[in-house]
């Protein structure tokens, strides 16, 4: 279902923008790609900082707005640290010279200029007014299935929280787990083995229908469920199984289990289309099953030992870039740094997400806000 919002002014229009957004901005530039009249999602830029050039930084960020399918006009909204300043000549809105930048670049892409404002705490103003002057800004509108936006860019970024107890029944699983897959390496089992740890490892003879049930019930899961998930996200070939599976279906997790098992036994590359979706590539997935996905990762990395958690923290990064939350993903890969500053997987990304570089489907229409 497509939510149509219309605003008659400028003040309505800003009211607007964090249900676009799905949150209300904060040290941001907010640029609104039109198609006609109407808005197709948000995307967010940090402010850029002193060492930035202006002409570099606008190219880069109306580069991105060209991408989206038919795209013929944008909208420049900057929620900056500072208010206005007020000189002998008028008000001085922050960030002007960027934002001419801006206008000059969308100008060169041949796109109409929509608006050009400044949300500070004073109220708002017009880039595009010779003599600008504050205005109150208006309340958010409501609307149905948007929910609530009254948090800014990192809201919902926190982990679920876990008890002592969940974490420490979450280890112990870990270590029966391990334990028996150790002893299948070197000799049969002895029958001592706690068996909710052998059933388990049983859920894992078929991987893709596991990674799947996970979907089902992602609400936080039993314990030695959360070990054979958090032992497939610490391995990069079950890892990767899993997030293809769910950002495209089940057979598409069966294709990728196959194809990376040949590479790791005889090295047969990985079909383009596979690898295709770790880069953004291909046809849009579910959003739906992305949430689902990020939301089973994010709770095994609240109840996961610390050293296993660059797993799942890295699984709940790809997922927000795959949902266009590069700002999401940008502070998980921080948290893994924190953890384990060469992870393979997390460096890859965080080159990706500090390039501003967003998968093709986000450009699409419907397909969700950049930000």
Same mark, same amino acid.
């Given at each position: 279902? %497509?939510?149509?919002?219309?605003?008659?002014?400028?003040?309505?229009? /800003?009211? #607007?923008?964090?249900?676009? $957004?799905?949150?209300?901005?904060?040290?941001?530039?907010? @640029?609104?790609?039109?198609?006609?009249?109407?808005?197709?999602?948000?995307?967010?830029?940090?402010?850029?900082?002193?060492?930035? =050039?202006?002409?570099?930084?606008?190219?880069? &960020?109306?580069?991105?707005?060209?991408?989206?399918?038919?795209?013929?006009?944008?909208?420049?909204?900057?929620?900056?640290?500072?208010?206005?300043?007020? %000189?002998?000549?008028? @008000?001085?809105?922050?960030?002007?010279?960027?934002?001419?930048?801006?206008?000059?670049?969308?100008?060169?892409?041949?796109?109409? #200029?929509?608006?050009?404002?400044?949300?500070?705490?004073?109220?708002?103003?017009?880039?595009?007014?010779? =003599? !600008?002057?504050?205005?109150? %800004?208006?309340?958010?509108?409501? &609307?149905? /299935?948007?929910?609530?936006?009254?948090?800014?860019?990192?809201?919902?970024?926190?982990?679920?929280?876990?008890?002592?107890?969940?974490?420490?029944?979450?280890?112990?699983?870990?270590?029966?787990?391990?334990?028996?897959?150790?002893?299948?390496?070197?000799?049969?089992?002895?029958?001592?083995?706690?068996?909710?740890?052998?059933? &388990?490892?049983?859920?894992?003879?078929?991987?893709?229908?596991?990674?799947?049930? *996970?979907?089902?019930? !992602?609400?936080?899961?039993?314990?030695?469920?959360?070990?054979?998930? /958090?032992?497939?996200?610490?391995? !990069?070939?079950?890892?990767?199984?899993?997030?293809?599976?769910?950002?495209?279906?089940?057979?598409?997790?069966?294709?990728?289990?196959?194809?990376? *098992? $040949?590479?790791?036994? %005889?090295?047969?590359?990985?079909?383009?289309?596979?690898?295709?979706?770790?880069?953004?590539?291909?046809?849009?997935? =579910?959003?739906?099953?992305?949430? /689902?996905?990020?939301?089973?990762?994010?709770?095994?990395?609240?109840?996961?030992?610390?050293?296993?958690?660059?797993?799942?923290?890295?699984?709940?990064?790809?997922?927000?870039?795959?949902?266009?939350?590069?700002?999401?993903?940008?502070?998980?890969?921080?948290?893994?740094?924190?953890?384990?500053?060469?992870?393979?997987?997390?460096?890859?990304?965080?080159? #990706?997400?500090?390039?501003?570089?967003?998968?093709?489907?986000?450009?699409?229409?419907?397909?969700?806000?950049?930000?």
């Amino acid at each position: 279902m %497509t939510t149509i919002l219309r605003a008659s002014d400028s003040a309505e229009f /800003l009211g #607007i923008v964090p249900v676009l $957004a799905g949150f209300t901005p904060t040290r941001s530039i907010v @640029l609104l790609p039109f198609i006609g009249a109407r808005a197709y999602g948000a995307m967010r830029l940090d402010l850029p900082d002193d060492e930035s =050039d202006p002409a570099t930084y606008a190219a880069a &960020a109306i580069g991105l707005v060209t991408r989206v399918d038919g795209v013929d006009g944008v909208a420049i909204v900057v929620y900056p640290d500072d208010g206005p300043a007020r %000189t002998g000549d008028g @008000l001085v809105l922050p960030l002007g010279v960027q934002v001419d930048e801006l206008i000059g670049s969308a100008d060169d892409a041949g796109l109409r #200029i929509v608006d050009a404002l400044c949300v500070c705490a004073g109220g708002w103003a017009s880039y595009l007014d010779d =003599d !600008p002057e504050l205005a109150p %800004t208006a309340p958010s509108p409501t &609307a149905p /299935l948007v929910g609530d936006v009254s948090g800014d860019q990192l809201a919902g970024v926190d982990l679920p929280r876990a008890d002592l107890g969940e974490k420490e029944r979450v280890g112990r699983a870990l270590l029966d787990v391990a334990e028996i897959l150790d002893r299948g390496k070197h000799g049969p089992l002895t029958g001592r083995e706690n068996p909710q740890a052998i059933a &388990a490892i049983a859920m894992l003879e078929d991987l893709p229908e596991f990674f799947e049930l *996970l979907l089902d019930a !992602p609400e936080p899961q039993p314990a030695f469920a959360t070990a054979a998930l /958090l032992w497939c996200l610490a391995r !990069p070939v079950f890892r990767d199984v899993a997030l293809t599976q769910w950002a495209s279906d089940r057979r598409g997790g069966v294709r990728t289990l196959s194809a990376q *098992l $040949a590479f790791s036994g %005889t090295g047969r590359m990985v079909p383009d289309d596979l690898t295709g979706i770790f880069l953004g590539r291909g046809p849009t997935p =579910d959003p739906d099953r992305l949430r /689902l996905a990020l939301a089973v990762v994010r709770l095994a990395a609240a109840r996961a030992p610390r050293e296993l958690r660059p797993g799942p923290l890295t699984a709940a990064a790809w997922l927000s870039w795959a949902l266009g939350r590069s700002t999401h993903a940008a502070h998980y890969l921080d948290l893994v740094r924190s953890i384990d500053p060469q992870h393979g997987l997390a460096e890859l990304l965080n080159a #990706i997400v500090c390039d501003g570089l967003l998968p093709e489907w986000a450009f699409r229409r419907g397909a969700g806000r950049p930000t």
